[in-house]
């Protein structure tokens, strides 16, 4: 188990590794004066070259990556004008359009979409996953295919029409819900929670359509094999006989699942934090992209990237832990 | 100690029962089946079959694959209900009435009053829990206990099948356990509630020769302890010639014959009995008796003349690297003559499919010697190969899934003809269709699909296809030990049939020690990757040098129980020893 989970963990830090590559060479070595571009369009020439100092962007292409991966690992010092300003352990560079350095940029973005991210989970896990067993378990009865049909509903529906509908509904006909704005969780937790009620509800309905289906089609599986059959010809409850015995296979595919879905959201929850007006990641990296800020775009992209990576390896000894054969291969 | 005689017949006339609902053992059977009918959509599985088994009975259900014998067993248990199969008639077991009981009332019979042992136990035992929460489990739903209670029972359990060092295996997992230990591990689960009835559906069909033994001995001990009644169901005339007291054979979901197991396999009265009796291979029937007998012309002494078509020295062959290295062939020489049939026979993971594929080079030996009419092939580039392979072809086990089902027959059959260069469609159908019709099949069947056939006739589709690239040397990897016995002694007897006109080598690998020797000129047996013992058929069958030989053979089923209470009785001898 041990060596499963070293040679695991070294896997995607290579993973990790090959993503900075990528992402330099993708956007610091592009055709084009990368000084101006990360600058800014009203930068003057004496920034630039300052800039192009900073970057190193005169040395060679390893040198300059080099001094991008030491950031990062070890943390570097940016000379300014007047002085060094040190940029410590995670440093993703500094943006010089809002004149911050990414790392810090990020951070404050990181508890808002981290708040919207974790609580639509643990809702579309929990709604998918009971809608998805539930459909299996009624099999060809009324409940599966109105089931069938919400899911349907719910993977064709955009967030921005679901959220909206949600809107008009709870804040202004019924008007139970303040509108949507985010409090911090260290400022008023109960504030933050109802604030947040509405965005985690529309991302969790959409989301859960697909674990739904998943989790059906799956359970189906398990349901039809041999040692189901054998706990149910030995007197066993269909309850248990589900819970314990055909759900505890079925759930392999949707933890593969969860970990893509947990990791991209952190990047990719644009259009929720967006509609529900959420200061995240997603609307800092829409922001960073429309103005051209080449660092925080890299950083935030790179961050996103380490979520993926990081919960996929959770996932396989999730994997490993329910499944001890795994580990074995 | 419960009793040790078994509760055969019933306890003495206390007059008759008026009411199943009775609990307690009475005169009443144990089951009581009366015209029960199992349809599968428009597929009638089971036709009106009635049968009675006394308590402590023990009756075997036989029949070829189709002949509704599962189904017919899995009725016992309600394990119909749910699945869209239509089940009529009337089924009594151990005083519930299966067909009219409740939900619950299947339950409380399910697992406690009868229970069930299945065919595969690996896929049959949930692979994840351990072995012993999982018997703790079914104990709980039938039994007040607590955790630990349940517990101790599974271990118990488990150490009276005969799994050493129960309590440390009860936490391991199913993947974690042999075959053999896993199929014990199904009994155990099935014993824990003491059941007054075990319905065991083909327990030893995925096992080799030796653990099945050793799972039919068991059986047998289990059932004159416990004095609980036996249905076993099996394909194999000989697993319950070894086991039951009463048999039924059953053909397309009906009763052929019914009787003492002695009376039925030794005096059958019913065609269908004597056709499947007469193709069940038997161990004792010497080849030349009956296959070389019939051509008049003594073949062995021309065999011995010709030189060795195939000349394998020392071949090995490793797999994986590292401390996980295994040889699954290590260091075997053997020859092939012309005409002559080598036998192989093996448990599995013997490394008998590694040699036959080295064989005919599908395998690259790792190293040895490989030499085919005189030239050495071990080591020879494809390039160089390439005018051998024509000559050595080979048949494989399954014939489903050896043919591609997307590809008419006449197509897979051609594929060796277009290989070797023919071009001319007219020539490829004329042969393919003389081919066809060798193998027994019709020249018209080129256009049809693999899934159009039965698997014996798909089994031909295979042999048709070696013999299209005229072979010197075919090897068969298990060529019959997916089809019915009967179909299983029309497909040996083809092999046979065309050995003798082509003259071609052939090496035909099974586990099955009956089948090897109804063929078989020369028999090498295989154990570990080494042959522990080679030598004439009938030598090596009737005057064993190795004990793994010995051991074998006494594993394989009589079909004449008296013949089968004494290699029991020689199996317990030669574990002593």
């Not at chain 1, 002085?83 to 500094?94: F, R, T």
Request: glycine content about 10%; aromatic content about 6%.
């Amino acid at each position: 188990m041990t060596g499963f989970l070293l040679r695991r963990l070294g896997g995607a830090v290579l993973v990790l590794l090959a993503l900075t590559v990528v992402l330099y060479a993708v956007f610091y070595v592009a055709p084009g004066d990368v000084a101006q571009i990360a600058c800014g369009p009203r930068c003057s020439p004496a920034q630039v070259a300052q800039v192009t100092e900073q970057l190193r962007l005169d040395d060679p292409v390893y040198v300059q990556y080099a001094h991008f991966l030491q950031g990062i690992v070890a943390g570097r010092d940016f000379s300014t004008g007047t002085g060094a300003e040190h940029c410590a352990m995670p440093c993703l560079g500094v943006s010089y359009q809002s004149d911050q350095q990414v790392t810090q940029l990020i951070l404050a973005k990181l508890p808002v979409t981290g708040s919207l991210v974790i609580g639509a989970f643990a809702g579309w896990l929990v709604l998918g996953v009971g809608t998805g067993v539930l459909s299996a378990w009624r099999r060809g009865r009324l409940t599966e295919r109105v089931l069938t049909w919400l899911t349907l509903a719910g993977s064709a529906t955009p967030v921005f029409v679901i959220g909206l509908l949600l809107i008009i509904l709870f804040c202004s006909t019924l008007q139970w819900l303040p509108a949507p704005s985010y409090v911090p969780f260290t400022e008023d937790p109960e504030q933050w929670a109802w604030g947040l009620l509405l965005p985690w509800t529309s991302l969790a309905l959409i989301e859960s359509a697909k674990y739904a289906r998943l989790t059906r089609s799956a359970m189906l599986e398990t349901l039809a094999e041999d040692h189901v059959r054998t706990f149910r010809a030995y007197g066993v409850g269909e309850r248990a006989v589900i819970g314990r015995h055909a759900l505890r296979g079925a759930v392999a595919p949707v933890i593969a699942l969860s970990a893509l879905d947990f990791g991209t959201m952190f990047g990719g929850a644009v259009l929720t934090e967006s509609l529900f007006g959420i200061p995240g990641i997603g609307r800092e990296l829409v922001h960073a992209v429309k103005v051209v800020d080449l660092p925080v775009v890299v950083g935030m992209v790179l961050v996103t990237g380490f979520f993926v990576v990081l919960a996929n390896a959770v996932a396989d000894l999730l994997y490993a832990l329910a499944d001890r054969r795994v580990a074995l291969s | 100690m419960t009793s040790h005689e078994p509760l055969t017949g019933p306890a003495g006339a206390t007059g008759s029962g008026t009411s199943s609902s009775g609990a307690a053992g009475s005169a009443d059977p144990l089951v009581e089946v009366t015209d029960l009918t199992v349809d599968f959509g428009e597929v009638r599985a089971v036709d009106r079959l009635s049968f009675t088994l006394e308590p402590g009975g023990a009756l075997g259900v036989v029949g070829e694959s189709g002949s509704g014998k599962s189904a017919a067993a899995y009725a016992l248990l309600g394990l119909h209900r749910g699945t869209g199969a239509r089940v009529g008639g009337s089924v009594l077991v151990a005083g519930t009435d299966v067909n009219a009981a409740d939900e619950r009332g299947l339950r409380a019979l399910r697992g406690a009053r009868a229970a069930m042992v299945f065919q595969d136990p690996l896929s049959s035992l949930d692979p994840y829990y351990p072995v012993g929460d999982q018997i703790a489990e079914v104990y709980r739903v039938h039994r007040p206990v607590n955790r630990r209670a349940a517990r101790a029972r599974a271990v118990e359990v488990l150490d009276r099948v005969g799994i050493p060092d129960a309590a440390r295996r009860s936490r391991l997992r199913p993947h974690e356990f042999s075959g053999g230990m896993r199929q014990r591990a199904l009994i155990a689960m099935a014993l824990a509630c003491e059941p007054r009835l075990l319905v065991a559906d083909e327990p030893t069909t995925a096992l080799d020769v030796t653990v099945q033994a050793q799972i039919l001995d068991l059986l047998h001990d289990l059932r004159h302890e416990t004095g609980m009644g036996l249905l076993l169901v099996t394909h194999d005339v000989g697993v319950a010639a070894e086991s039951v007291d009463d048999v039924l054979v059953m053909r397309r979901g009906a009763e052929v014959e019914r009787g003492p197991v002695a009376r039925v396999l030794g005096a059958p009265r019913e065609p269908y009995t004597k056709e499947l009796l007469a193709a069940v291979p038997r161990l004792e029937v010497r080849r030349t008796a009956s296959v070389s007998a019939v051509e008049g012309a003594p073949l062995v002494p021309a065999v011995e003349d010709a030189a060795p078509l195939i000349e394998a020295v020392d071949l090995r062959r490793a797999f994986g690297r590292g401390s996980g290295r295994v040889a699954a062939v290590d260091g075997v020489s053997l020859t092939v003559r012309a005409g002559e049939t080598l036998g192989i026979v093996g448990e599995s993971g013997s490394g008998k499919t590694t040699l036959g594929r080295m064989l005919v080079r599908l395998l690259d030996p790792t190293s040895g010697r490989l030499r085919y009419r005189g030239r050495e092939i071990g080591a020879l580039p494809e390039r160089e190969l390439r005018p051998f392979r024509r000559e050595l072809q080979m048949v494989f086990q399954d014939p489903v899934a050896s043919l591609n089902p997307r590809r008419s027959v006449g197509e897979s059959v051609a594929d060796p003809l277009r290989a070797a260069g023919e071009r001319d469609e007219g020539r490829i159908r004329d042969r393919v269709g003389a081919l066809l019709e060798r193998v027994g099949l019709e020249p018209a069947h080129f256009e049809r699909y693999p899934h159009e056939f039965s698997g014996g006739q798909r089994q031909r589709v295979g042999i048709a296809r070696a013999l299209a690239a005229e072979p010197k040397l075919i090897v068969c990897d298990e060529p019959v030990s997916a089809l019915d016995v009967t179909t299983q002694a029309q497909v040996v007897a083809l092999l046979a049939e065309l050995q003798r006109e082509l003259g071609i080598g052939l090496v035909f690998i099974a586990h099955d020690l009956a089948v090897v020797r109804q063929v078989s000129d020369r028999v090498a047996v295989m154990r570990r990757g080494v042959l522990v013992e080679q030598g004439e058929a009938d030598a090596v069958y009737e005057d064993p040098r190795d004990p793994y030989t010995r051991q074998l053979l006494a594993a394989v089923p009589a079909l004449d129980p008296g013949l089968a209470a004494a290699r029991r009785a020689a199996r317990r001898e030669l574990a002593r020893a």
